[in-house]
């Protein structure tokens, strides 16, 4: 273990695991390859230990992870919650901040839980979570929790996974990683070349097999978004009209249709170096943040700009999200202008 105070964190993970019979391993949203295979690989390590375990997400399971293998050992309580007494350990796994595994009343329900029973393993910047319980928050900058749970159990331990494990392992390690094309993280193709051997299926994991839908959604996107030359910036505003016309054009689960839109436009375009999108929350008062950026050349932290126009904002360098308390034209406005400052260096 390169970092003294990860080794310190896994022992006490380790010690809190070891008289544990029962563990619930809670996955985060979005919902995805690698919080998926990160919670099946820890059910299949536990499980080895004769633990019960059982593998929750409060978030509904989204149209793109139906198919994904082993998704159906995943119970959505999207509308009751978990009866948590039942766990000695709960396991919050690839989110760094409270809403991404309790939802927008993560206050309430945090109250009903004894912070000393919580364990979080992730890899995105360190949030409200790391400063709530930092004695058992196993945060490693690498590029997926996948990998954290290799560089920590299966590498050091010599684990010898079954192909289903190491299957989806690799597919998380493949969707996080964008394909190798996000940053490089040490280790990152020790951990790749480990799963291909223990039998990963690697022309399944790259298979491209894009929903109508996402298509759909990216040309009518497309025309939708401002390019500002001057800001390097594309932006795409979602106030309430255009929700309804993206409801009438793909239906309810529209907001689960953008991912081509986003890996073909919010970095890709020559000169536009950044990508957002705003999307009004009418209901609640607020605005919701995407935003992408560009992997090769020295660029700025969206979040730190979206901190400083009153967002709050987190996830990784190149990709993240967050929340503005106000209307669309004030996150609008006040974005572009903390983009404009910082790009004038004042
Ligand atoms: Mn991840």
Known sequence: MRNANAATVLANIKQLLRPARTVMVMISDPV???????????????????????????????????????????????????????????????????????????????????????????????????????????????????????????????????IEVADVLYRALLYDSRNFKNEMHRGEYAFADMLIEQGADHARAVDVNVDMREVRFMAWAIKKTDFIPGLYLSLLCLDAGRQKDLHALLGEDWPEFNTLYKETVLRQVRGFHYGVILQEKAGQGSVRLTWRTRNYGSHLSVAEIAC?????????????GGSFHGCLADARARLLEEFRRALGGA
């Open 308 to 320: 400083r126009a009153g967002f709050k904002a987190g996830g990784h360098r190149n990709a993240g």
């Open 32 to 162: 995805d390859p690698d919080c998926v295979a990160a919670a099946l690989a820890l059910r299949w390590m536990l499980t080895r230990q004769r633990k019960a375990v059982a593998l929750v997400s409060l978030y509904r399971i989204p149209a793109a992870m139906v198919d994904f293998p082993g998704i159906g050992q995943v119970r959505a309580c999207d509308t009751v919650l978990p009866d948590f007494s039942a766990f000695e350990v709960v396991m919050l796994v690839d989110g760094a901040t409270w809403p991404q595994f309790f939802g927008r009343d993560w206050v309430h329900v945090l109250e009903g839980l004894d912070l000393r029973r919580l364990v979080n393993i992730d890899h995105h910047v360190p949030d409200d979570i790391q400063a709530a319980i930092p004695r058992t928050c196993l945060n490693m900058q690498l590029s997926s929790t996948a990998q954290v749970l290799y560089e920590c159990f299966i590498k050091p331990e010599k684990m010898r996974l079954p």
